[in-house]
């Protein structure tokens, strides 16, 4: 909703921003607000930055070829960008994102061609006072015939140490995770060679190292796979609370439910005489400490929090978002140089329960309040969760992963693992309404002084199909 307490809808690679850390997140600034006609119940349709509102095409820049052909086609074929997940930062003002390029061909002869992946394409941001700019680094970076690399989620490291060693050189590597229909691959690239496909490498999960070959992404032996399983929407992020890193996400059952794993950190999966129990060197890991994605076993998978479905159907993009709560979201590294240690603080609803940094997490997902493409109404629901106190210092077991929220009035069940009672509950529930179309995905992420939104939709709105 905009400032005045109105609901926004949005269309395809739209955005919106909120740039005041203590106020109702759901109250977004927007870039151009269009009339689209009317809605089915008479009242007036409108839509955040429609593609007649820039000439770029959306608020992420189409290319020439692709904005031309859009044009052309009218909306009976498109070109669609479609970003899943939340933007990783590389500063406080900075940030990437990998969106997928879809081609969408509103009747094709055969239905399951409606939807082509075209591939990954790496976007860029910047957050100055006017609101966050989006940049295209080049078209395809990552071609529709290899695993979708970044579209699941991005972790930025320090330099890996079987490359270099100086975590203060101020090179770093990323980590990106991609889904296939068996579970999560990974690959590695350094963080000047992202917009590079050729200088990406590829974890083998059999011989425990990184290679040149990238898997096909129809691989199903369970052994080839980073992690085995079904995913269609999560985050993966470091945990101050829990203090090693958490994969928060939506599996492909379609049953409205948030599923966890941790890092287990005395569960390392070699020999490696830097990653051993406890963490690097035994002493744990910090937020920069990708490289522990490939050296210790993640656990089972356990479920978090049943979000509460509308009476379309089930909930989907199912997402956390650990920059709220969490003073320490951006690691010191990412602060201009010379920073007071008193200002590498980030002010987003700042700690979470009892002041804990991480103790309380902001989760979002999108509710079918009408089903269907055309008329459908699709509203994306935050709400916030409490984890349980943690109860040793070995890592997070299944007592400390149990939580309590509510929804629109409803609670949520906790965890059966519990085995005392929750906390009080510590929760609320936000809103944006969008008509007309179904969502793709959304994304919600912090650069300093921002909260960023980031739709994308199946459909572009009946008015204009």
Do not use: C
């Amino acid at each position: 909703m905009d400032a005045q307490g109105n609901q926004l809808s949005f269309v395809s690679n739209t955005a919106a921003y909120a740039n005041q850390p203590d106020s109702n997140v759901a109250t977004v600034a927007d870039f151009g607000v269009v009339n689209l006609g009317t809605n089915p119940d008479g009242s007036p349709k409108t839509a955040i930055l429609a593609h007649t509102t820039v000439g770029t095409g959306g608020w992420i820049p189409f290319q020439p070829d692709e904005l031309q052909y859009n044009e052309q086609m009218n909306g009976r074929e498109r070109v669609a960008i479609w970003p899943g997940t939340s933007p990783t930062s590389i500063s406080t003002t900075q940030a990437f994102l990998y969106a997928p390029l879809v081609y969408v061909d509103s009747k094709p002869q055969d239905p399951l061609k409606e939807y082509q992946a075209r591939g990954m394409t790496l976007i860029t941001i910047t957050a100055p006072k006017s609101g966050p700019v989006a940049a295209r680094q080049g078209d395809l970076i990552i071609p529709g015939t290899e695993v979708a690399y970044g579209g699941f989620s991005s972790i930025l490291g320090y330099k890996s140490t079987d490359t270099a060693t100086d975590k203060d050189s101020g090179i770093r590597d990323v980590y990106l995770l991609g889904m296939t229909a068996s579970g999560l691959q990974l690959a590695r690239a350094g963080m000047n060679d992202l917009s590079d496909f050729a200088k990406y490498t590829f974890w083998n999960p059999q011989g425990q190292n990184f290679t040149t070959s990238p898997p096909n992404p129809s691989v199903q032996d369970a052994a080839q796979i980073y992690l085995p399983g079904t995913f269609s929407s999560g985050s993966v992020f470091y945990s101050p609370y829990f203090k090693t890193f958490i994969m928060v996400y939506f599996n492909k059952m379609v049953d409205s439910t948030f599923y966890v794993r941790y890092l287990q950190l005395d569960s390392p999966l070699g020999q490696d005489p830097t990653w051993i129990v406890g963490g690097k060197n035994g002493k744990g890991i910090e937020a920069e400490d990708g490289e522990a994605l490939v050296k210790y076993n993640w656990s089972a998978e356990q479920k978090l929090y049943v979000s509460p479905s509308g009476p379309g159907g089930f909930n989907y993009a199912g997402m956390a978002h650990p920059e709220y709560f969490n003073t320490q979201y951006f690691p010191q590294s990412l602060y201009p140089t010379n920073t007071p240690k008193n200002q590498q603080v980030n002010g987003w609803y700042g700690p979470g329960s009892a002041g804990v940094d991480g103790k309380s997490i902001l989760l979002s997902w999108t509710s079918q309040e009408v089903g269907g493409t055309d008329n459908g109404v699709y509203r994306i629901q935050l709400a916030m969760l409490e984890f349980d106190d943690v109860l040793s210092d070995s890592g997070p077991g299944p007592s400390a992963i149990a939580s309590t929220a509510t929804s629109s009035g409803t609670p949520a069940a906790t965890s059966t693992h519990s085995k005392k009672l929750p906390n009080d509950p510590a929760s609320s529930i936000l809103s944006i309404v969008e008509h007309g179309s179904a969502t793709h995905a959304f994304g919600l992420g912090i650069l300093h002084g921002y909260a960023i939104y980031i739709l994308a939709m199946h459909m572009l709105l009946d008015t204009r199909a």
